[in-house]
């Protein structure tokens, strides 16, 4: 007897062990809202700030015309980038006897067509320009310097009449609404910065005291960390020594093990943690609010699902889902999350051979939308007004003209863990599992006759890697494959439906869902 009641325990253990192993399905996931219950504007956040990867290639003209259309289909406010101190954008130089020489040329060709689309720059204050510089210490292919200043005061020079320049061109209204970011990660030493914590918080004073005695009501913060350190240190340094401080600035990835792996060598790991990114924001807002200076705002500066341009989790379809479960996560606690970065022109590694190789961006070098494009784009079709739903994985909205938006998603974590990189992962094709049917009731309609669109991401439906895949890889791309790839991964609506609201006002369906699918449901009111 005490045989078969321990086999049919290990049986039941096994039965157990298996289910909690198992994706669950999305059968008894029920997304209810109510086109009168609101929940108050809707926090735009995630479109606040974008990345890009430096200065200089901000002046070619493939990486303009991809950002204005980024731009104009997903309307982030600002772009922030490194190296715009640094040589090759020829800011500063010193005459035979040692005196500043200051150049924004090619400054004035990048902020001023940033003007033109509408953006605004979060000004990232960094790299030290050479002729500045005491040492000759650099960071990437294209070599930006991360040594202290040799003379702190010309550093405060330097900044001081930068934003002088800037208040002259573009009037103190418009630079009051930009930030300025002192330096790039200086924790991650001899990295990014050669010096102590000390001494950047010292490059910080100068800097912040450059910028305010040009106009006190100009925005300054830092401390820019990789994996969200010295936030309470910074708030700490700067309520001691009355330095100001405006906001606070700082980074998190999804992923574990490498370190400034440029080329993916290292191998990095999705998270299966649920509360990675979230959890360093949410922690990071805790640490303000516990501050002597409670009410900061706080900006992630930089955020993605991994933080070398070398990982094919970028180029998945996986990335859709988890950039909109990642933001959800994070609600309010963050005034802006900048996605790093929109596109693969991005050169720290120099520049790729391939279309397709796990680069940063939201579009490839060639302009093509990857998966997570979609994700902003289609955030930005949502309305101005968030509806109450306590659902985890959606949003719900309404505009003004009486339509209704429902982004919804599933996110699943397919990754094997620890026992295979990403870089071995994600370059297959990995087909994606039904989740079963997310059931759908929108209440509270006006009645009337709607044109339901339709739009989606997911495996092999806005998937330019699987068309890419299907392409056998190609090293180069023809300009018809571009085209070809182009035209089948546009975000267009994959389906639109003619829906009558009686006098109930009520719409509901079930809608079948696959692993990481993003779904927006657009209720245009006819």
């Not at 060639?366 to 998966?371: F, H």
């Not at 989606?456 to 699987?466: E, H, L, R």
Request: glycine share 8%; proline share 4%.
């Amino acid at each position: 007897m005490k045989k078969y009641s321990a086999i049919l325990f290990l049986s039941l253990l096994l039965i157990n062990v298996k289910l909690i192993g198992q994706n669950t399905t999305a059968d008894n996931r029920i997304i209810k809202v109510d086109y009168t219950k609101t929940a108050g504007k809707l926090n735009t956040m995630f479109k606040e700030c974008i990345g890009a990867g430096r200065a200089n290639e901000g002046l070619r003209a493939d990486w303009q015309q991809q950002l204005a259309m980024t731009k104009k289909e997903c309307d982030f406010k600002y772009i922030r980038m490194h190296g715009l101190l640094s040589d090759d954008m020829a800011v500063y130089h010193e005459d035979s006897k040692g005196n500043p020489e200051y150049n924004y040329q090619y400054i004035d060709v990048l902020y001023d067509f940033l003007i033109s689309i509408k953006m605004k720059p979060f000004v990232e204050l960094g790299f030290m320009p050479s002729a500045l510089a005491s040492g000759s210490q650099t960071i990437f292919w294209w070599k930006g310097n991360v040594t202290p200043p040799k003379d702190y005061k010309k550093w405060e020079d330097l900044i001081r009449n930068l934003t002088q320049h800037f208040t002259e061109r573009y009037g103190a209204e418009e630079v009051k609404t930009w930030y300025f970011e002192v330096w790039n990660e200086p924790n991650l030493s001899p990295g990014f910065w050669t010096g102590t914590q000390a001494e950047y918080f010292k490059l910080y004073e100068y800097a912040a005291r450059g910028i305010k005695s040009v106009n006190p009501a100009y925005k300054v913060g830092g401390p820019a960390t990789a994996g969200a350190a010295w936030v309470p240190e910074t708030i700490d340094f700067c309520t001691k020594n009355n330095v100001p401080l405006d906001f606070i600035s700082t980074h998190t990835y999804g992923v574990k093990q490498g370190f400034l792996d440029e080329f993916g060598t290292t191998g990095t790991v999705l998270n299966k943690d649920e509360s990675s990114v979230s959890g360093d924001v949410i922690n990071s807002r805790k640490q303000i609010s516990n501050s002597a200076k409670p009410n900061l705002e706080l900006h992630y500066t930089e955020w993605s699902s991994s933080y070398t341009p070398a990982d094919p989790v970028h180029d998945s379809y996986h990335s859709a889902a988890y950039i909109l479960q990642k933001l959800k996560q994070v609600g309010n606690a963050a005034n802006s999350m900048s996605y790093w970065v929109f596109t693969d022109i991005f050169e720290e590694a120099g520049p790729r051979f391939t279309p397709f190789h796990g680069g940063f961006g939201l579009l490839n070098t060639q302009g093509i939308k990857k998966p997570a494009y979609f994700s902003y784009f289609f955030l930005n079709k949502l309305g101005q007004t968030e509806l109450q739903n306590k659902d985890t994985s959606s949003w719900a909205t309404k505009n003004t003209k009486g339509d209704v938006q429902l982004l919804f998603w599933d996110f699943t974590n397919t990754h094997p863990g620890d026992s295979m990189n990403n870089q071995t992962y994600y370059i297959k094709d990995l087909p994606s599992k039904p989740k079963g049917s997310v059931k759908i009731e929108v209440d509270g309609l006006q009645q009337g006759n709607y044109t339901l669109e339709i739009y989606k991401t997911g495996y092999n439906i806005n998937d330019a890697y699987a068309d890419y895949l299907a392409m056998g890889k190609p090293g180069q791309l023809t300009r018809e494959q571009v085209k070809s790839i182009k035209e089948k991964n546009n975000g267009a609506l994959i389906a639109t439906e003619k829906v009558t609201i009686n006098a109930k006002g009520t719409y509901s369906t079930a809608y079948k869902m696959n692993e990481n699918d993003v779904v927006l449901f657009n209720f245009v009111k006819r």
